[in-house]
């Protein structure tokens, strides 16, 4: 995943941007937005399948979460509830400010500007899809029917993220 988002961050030529406020140049949106929407799949997709790879401390830490939520009292929580809380914290608190600032998480120095702002375009879509909601900003609106496609995949994470231990015997 981390090797992915080096290339990524590295690459001075791609150009994701998809708001015209931030981009006046001509430019074809459906060509930039297929072009984030393959790399978001991919990142996606590494994170899904590198579930096995994960630490037992983050994996407590999730059942932890996920265990809080349901015993919280709260009338009508459910089990979707309680993942999408532990997608809401391992997304929001640890992936998305990795994709965003990997200097500081990784050493890895982004050589630009558009380079940052590719990651932010990245990991605000992968945030989306964390909190099985849609892009607020009008200039994302093409990548909905994407964001919303990956909830059976990220359900399937998080069922990962938040089940009991498996004890050996």
Known sequence: ??????????????????????????????????????????????????????????????????????????????????????????????LCPALIAPERAFGIAVPSTRARRNMVLIAKLLQCIANKTTPSEHYLEGCNEFVLSQGQNLDEVLGVLTAPPVVDR
Request: aromatic content about 8%.
């Open 1 to 94: 995943l981390w090797i992915r988002v080096k290339k990524t961050v590295s690459d001075r030529s791609l150009k994701l941007e998809l708001d015209p406020a931030r981009d006046t140049s001509e430019f074809s949106t459906k060509n930039r937005q297929a072009k984030l929407l393959a790399i978001v799949h991919t990142v996606f997709d590494d994170i899904c399948s590198s579930t096995g790879e994960l630490s037992w401390e983050l994996l407590e830490i999730c059942r932890f979460l996920f265990s809080e939520v349901m015993q919280s009292g709260i009338a009508g929580v459910t089990e979707q509830a309680g993942r999408i809380v532990v997608a809401g914290s391992i997304f929001l608190r640890w």
